[in-house]
């Protein structure tokens, strides 16, 4: 039988209520909710053991969750350590191009020199930085900061013009 153990880290606080884990660190909390008909995750001590079901109809299902599982705990637990980053850089040739975060959104100004700004969803506890051209999107779930920063690009898409010619947008930055 397939079954995962993950081994908690120091500074990291763990509660089980009923099919959820509440994740708790030094930069936040996470929550992470789980399919107790497909899966049994214990908590035992300072290790979670994540286990299929027994079941022969749901036995591949289980199988390939397990896995999946373990890896968004890890992940939820690294986060709540330390912070996910997205860089991005803010790309124009004529207009000059705002960004700033407010009300859980991306407020984008002046894109192409349209007069409408465009607006981007912040998923979830991300924050937002913008420093000149630079924009830093960070928090301590894995998930939230890539859809948000995924909003942000998708609201910089060129609709209606050559995207080979009109090059402006917010693009993620190489990370060294």
């Known amino acids: 039988m397939i079954f995962m153990e993950i081994k908690v880290p120091e500074g990291v606080k763990i509660e089980q209520k009923a099919n ?14 789980y399919n107790d008909s497909l899966l049994n995750v214990r908590l035992e001590g300072d290790t979670i053991k994540v286990e299929p079901v027994e079941s022969k109809k749901l036995a591949k299902k289980s199988a390939n969750l397990v896995n999946t599982v373990a ?37 984008i100004k002046n894109l ?16 937002i930085e913008v420093k000149g051209q630079s ?9 939230d ?3 948000t920063a995924a909003n942000i690009r998708g609201a910089c898409r060129v609709r209606h013009k050559d995207s080979r010619i009109f090059q402006d947008g917010i693009y993620y930055a190489l990370e060294e």
């Open 20 to 33: 959820r884990l509440d994740i708790k660190g030094k930069l936040g909390s996470n929550m992470l909710a």
């Open 71 to 107: 890896k968004e705990i890890r992940n939820n637990m690294k986060g709540v350590n330390e912070y996910y980053e997205k860089m991005m850089t803010m790309v124009f040739v004529h207009f000059p191009t705002t960004v700033e975060a407010k009300d859980g959104k991306v407020v």
């Open 112 to 127: 192409f020199g349209e007069r409408s700004s465009r607006m981007a969803r912040i998923m979830g506890d991300v924050k």
């Open 135 to 143: 924009i830093r999107v960070y928090g301590t779930s894995l998930e």
């Open 145 to 147: 900061v890539s859809q």
